[in-house]
């Protein structure tokens, strides 16, 4: 008897990890089996700041690229499971920051000093735990 599995699987990701966890929900199918996604500092609408800095990644997460919309178009499909996105207004890699705010998700706003400084907040981990445990 085959059986679907189940959502169990909690997902947690950081700036460019983001949306790469978004591909494997939306390639590999494993949307059935997550439970919840927490994103933190997500660029989700791309940043300007990938026209600054070299290398292929920074060049992936530009804003205005085909990369970008191809993906958020199917990141509509990501509204089939709770998600939690987490940012700071005054992040300065994710240009415009609210870049990291999604219609479909539960956002919350930190105040971090830094972009990087968003994964060492007590706040922004408590609220990780919290989300992860719903």
Known sequence: MHTEPSADHRLGGFQHGCYRQSLLLLILGCLRRTAHLVTIAAPYHGTLAGFFVKGPAP??????????????????????????????????????????????????????????????????QASVAAALRR
């Open 59 to 124: 060049r992936e997460i530009r804003t205005g690229i085909q990369f970008m919309a191809q993906l958020n178009e199917g990141a509509g499909i990501l509204r089939r499971i709770p998600c939690t996105s987490l940012w700071a207004p005054f992040d300065g890699v994710i240009l415009p920051a609210s870049s990291s705010v999604v219609p479909w998700a539960h956002n919350q706003t930190f105040c971090a000093p830094t972009h990087a400084d968003m994964l060492g907040d007590r706040d922004v």
